[in-house]
């Protein structure tokens, strides 16, 4: 029996912003190939979960969102003193598992000295990261979440708008699966409401005033 290979690149590159495509029966390798011909495409998310493949391309109301945290995320590392590393929406897989993600946006806190200088990670030798960070709009991630328990992800945030408003949500890693948290791991003080806040200040008012009345919420609450 001959195996065919599928060409899934037209359709995928005729895809219009905040859609989603699934396919079926793909290999790893097919999954590979993809995201070397997509590589330094940041327009789409890609989830393979054995087999299955996700394809999602994002929008200006994604963006919004996922281009305001990074800032947050800088302030809090200041008044903790915490150095990081940001990998962005750089490919998670685990060929052994046969998963990988392309997250909104990842950091590395604990471990960042080991993967400094690489320009791709190998979670077959790596650390996962110590959070990533999901942003929904056309695409619901919680479907991402047992790909995440794979790839041995400690904490995720979710942020997600849709018909019934915005919301954002923390989840810490347990056996196998995520339980939803009232307060981050790396940040104790902080809660989701306090983030998802902060973000619509930033959408109404800018990112400046965002990042200062954010440091001075954190100087008044870091413990």
């Known amino acids: 029996m001959v195996t065919t290979e599928i060409d899934y690149l037209p359709a995928i590159k005729a895809m219009p ?3 989603v495509l ?3 029966d793909v290999s790893w390798d097919e999954y590979d190939e993809l995201l070397r011909k997509l590589d330094e495409q940041p327009r789409y998310r890609l989830t393979y979960d054995n087999g299955r493949l996700e394809v999602m391309t994002v929008s200006s109301e994604h963006e919004g969102p996922a281009n305001l945290l990074p800032h947050l995320i800088l302030v809090l590392a200041e008044e903790l003193d915490l150095n990081y590393l940001s990998r962005g929406s750089t490919t998670l897989r685990k060929k052994k598992r046969a998963v990988g993600t392309d997250p909104d946006d990842c950091y590395y806190f604990k471990q960042f000295k080991k ?3 690489k320009k791709r990670l190998d ?3 790596d650390p996962p990261p110590d959070l990533a960070i999901e942003v929904d709009g056309a695409s619901r991630s919680i479907r991402k979440f047992p790909v995440y328990v794979s ?5 995720l945030w979710r942020y997600r708008s849709g018909s019934r408003g915005v919301e954002m949500k923390f989840y810490r890693l347990a056996k196998d699966n995520y339980d939803e948290i009232t307060h981050s791991d790396l940040f ?3 809660t ?3 983030v998802l806040s902060f973000l619509q200040k930033g959408e109404n008012e ?3 005033p965002m990042a200062r009345a954010f440091r001075k919420w954190v100087k008044a609450h870091k413990t």
């Open 17 to 19: 912003p905040a859609a």
């Open 22 to 24: 699934t396919f079926s």
């Open 115 to 117: 993967i400094s200088g």
């Open 123 to 125: 979670l077959a030798v």
């Open 151 to 155: 790839l041995g992800v400690p904490e």
């Open 188 to 190: 104790p003080f902080l």
């Open 192 to 194: 989701p409401d306090v």
């Open 206 to 208: 800018g990112t400046v």
